[in-house]
């Protein structure tokens, strides 16, 4: 449920007019994040242009004005809005419901917009505006080129770290969501207004390259960066591959599970490392560039664009200013058995809040040290909201990194710190998805998966089938990308799911290929309609059932796109766009635009679907879909 506490400053609008004081207003409807964190920077929107004409209607009787809050009507056969501000009103003030309802509604500004105001129930208003009023909106909507979205105000600077694939692996599954979630977030926010920047944050600085460091000493003791008198040059071509780093990362790993020498070693290797030995620097650079080329391959046929290629490591050269100036300066850390800590447990905690750990007993520093770090640069850089696209289980990690860096000052009260959790992906057995042999999933492996099901589905389909085998290729692609993006988006970030390929991949249901597959045929409506010399014109009031139907769910997108940034979760942006494809089909199944012989009502119909496609596509496109010319 919407939550009341708004502050709504929408002018009237002209019906078919779009009035400049409509864009560029900031308001929340759904503040989820509320205080410094930024959300719907607001724009042309019925709902909101409702709520404030209720909101002046309870001010005008005496009521504060965020019980005048519309929001779509919970009975869509009754009316289309309800407003139910004036049920607690009336309890504050010891009145009946009913009555104040009524005097609201006497209170209305202009009414001509309303097609009917009923109180129902206890006193909930029920709203319906005219048809006229309805077709004002949808053409203004469809001559804005920002959609009902206010014009970008970069006011708010942020960044979204996501993707974060460690550097000497293989991403896996467990890189997926990150990856997938983190780019639509970014993309929301950025569709409503906001100047935001990608930062995918590679994990490059810590004990798992001590560890590969001694992994290739123990199999290559020779090459020159073990040899501590060395002078160079270093050779220009990297000892391993990625495939190599891969095939000895778990090996090594266990060996210093095992073996306290090992560990041991890997530490001292990490510190020496991070305190500039030379060999090692050189080794470490190899590693990170054939990392590197793997990933930018990965990401980008997943459809994913990082604006910094940043890691742990582009902070080193801070990392001892900060431990300094904690130490002295702040006097907020303490030493600890040879390690450094910050406290960050406060008395009313519920649960064991271990201090955050800035560096091992040898001198190291860990992944807390470079987030904090991290945090310090990106507040620096003047970023006023930090959003963590990272697995649910590092919480504690995130909690206590934020607290230290609200305790040291480091991030002000103003900067906005949020760590957007999200859950695992399953196997249809319920546990974390894995290979049919039991080891986890590479990414370029599972993209090969969805790609052929896609392939399959498409055959069985009968689509597509007579086009080049390039554009085949191409399609089967984006279908199976758009299965893998809807199939994890349509869950709210933080539950698990069960990876259903079958399901994700079918062309019916709540699925991205039946999305995609709804866009194109859009697509190839308006292609008809241009050869058939029809022209789309000013959208005029409807007088179908479905029609109505589809330009209120049309007139919501602002709305939905400030409620996805506002609660951090693009399953309300899937959930829309699906509604959105289903609506649209019962108005092109009743309205048969072609055949039409009013000519308005025809021209009036195709800008509804022209509205509707640039609708989907920005919707899709902000879930990383992307929708092909033809298929
Ligand atoms: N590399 C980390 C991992 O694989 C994720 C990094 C997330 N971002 C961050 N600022 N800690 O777990």
């Known amino acids: 449920m919407p939550q009341a506490g708004i502050e709504p400053a929408l002018p009237a609008p002209e019906a078919g007019a779009l009035s400049p004081e409509l864009l560029g207003r900031t308001e929340r409807l759904y503040p989820a994040y509320p205080h410094n964190s930024p959300g719907w920077i607001g724009g042309m929107s019925l709902l909101s242009d409702l709520t404030q004409r209720f909101g002046d209607a309870f001010a005008a009787v005496g009521v504060d004005r965020s019980a005048g809050l519309v929001v779509p009507s919970q009975r869509p056969e009754l009316a289309q809005y309800q407003c139910n501000g004036a049920l607690g009103a009336a309890k504050r003030i010891g009145r009946n419901p009913r009555d104040l309802a ?23 208003i029920n709203i ?54 983190g780019e639509s977030l970014k993309r929301l926010l950025r569709l409503s207004g906001h100047a935001v920047d990608g930062d995918i944050h590679m994990g490059d600085w810590g004990m798992p390259i001590g560890q590969l460091i001694i992994e290739l000493e123990r199999r290559q003791p020779d090459l020159p960066y073990f040899d501590a008198d060395f002078t160079g040059p270093y050779p220009e071509e990297s ?92 006097g907020l850390a303490r030493e600890s058995d040879g390690a450094i800590v910050v406290d960050v447990e406060r008395p009313d905690d519920k649960k064991e809040m271990p201090p955050l750990l800035l560096t091992r007993s040898d ?61 695992t992906v399953n196997g249809p057995d319920g546990t974390p998805f894995k290979t049919r042999e039991g080891g986890v999933l590479r990414l370029a492996d599972l993209m090969k998966i969805v790609t052929d099901a896609a392939r399959a589905r498409l055959d069985e389909a009968e689509i597509a089938q007579d086009y080049p085998p390039e554009e085949r290729e191409q399609i089967a692609r984006q279908v199976g990308l758009a299965a893998l993006k809807f199939g994890d988006l349509s869950n709210h970030r933080t539950s698990n799911y069960v990876f259903d390929l079958d399901r994700f991949t079918s062309f019916e249901g709540k699925t991205g290929p039946y999305l995609q597959y709804g866009a194109v045929r859009i697509k190839s409506i308006l292609r008809r309609a241009n050869e058939a010399g029809i022209e789309p014109g000013p959208i005029i009031a409807p007088t179908i059932e479905q029609e109505r139907g589809l330009i209120l769910r049309l007139l919501r997108f602002p709305e939905v796109i400030g409620r996805a940034v ?23 199944e009743a309205c048969h635009i072609l055949r039409e012989e009013d000519p308005q009502r025809q021209a009036s119909w195709l800008s509804l679907v022209d509205l509707t496609l640039g609708i989907l596509t920005i919707s899709l496109e902000t879930l990383g879909i992307e929708v092909p010319e033809r298929m």
């Open 566 to 588: 506002d609660v951090r979760a693009p399953n309300v942006l899937t959930e829309y766009a699906y509604e959105v494809a289903t609506d649209f089909n019962r108005f092109y």
């Open 239 to 330: 000892p391993v591959t990625l495939d190599d780093l891969s095939e000895m990362y778990p090996i090594v790993v266990e060996r210093c599970k095992n073996d306290p020498e090992e560990a041991e070693r890997a530490r001292r290797a990490t510190f020496d490392l991070q305190n500039g030995r030379p060999g090692y620097l050189a080794l470490w650079r190899h590693y990170r560039d054939v990392s590197v080329a793997e990933q930018k391959k990965d990401f980008e046929a997943l459809g994913v664009e990082f604006d910094l290629w940043r890691g742990e490591s582009t902070v080193h050269e801070r990392l001892a200013t900060l431990v300094d100036r904690l130490m002295n300066d702040d």
């Open 102 to 124: 009524q005097e609201v509604i006497d209170a209305l500004d202009d009414r001509s917009m309303f097609d009917q105001l009923d109180i129902a129930g206890p006193g909930f």
């Open 363 to 423: 001198g190291s520093y860990l992944y807390s040290t470079t987030d904090l770090a991290t945090l310090d640069q990106r507040v620096e850089e003047g970023y006023d909201l930090i959003l963590y696209v990272v697995d649910a289980r590092q919480g504690l990690h995130f909690e206590q990194v934020f607290r230290a860096a609200r305790l040291s000052g480091i991030a002000p009260d103003t900067v906005g710190l949020e760590h957007i959790a999200f859950g």
């Open 128 to 181: 319906t505006v005219t048809d006229d009023f309805l077709a004002g909106y949808a053409e203004a909507m469809e001559h804005d080129h920002r959609l009902g979205l206010a014009e970008p105000d970069p006011r708010h600077k942020v960044i979204v770290d996501y993707g974060g694939p460690n550097m000497s692996k293989s991403m896996h599954v467990g890189h997926l969501r990150a990856s997938i979630i």
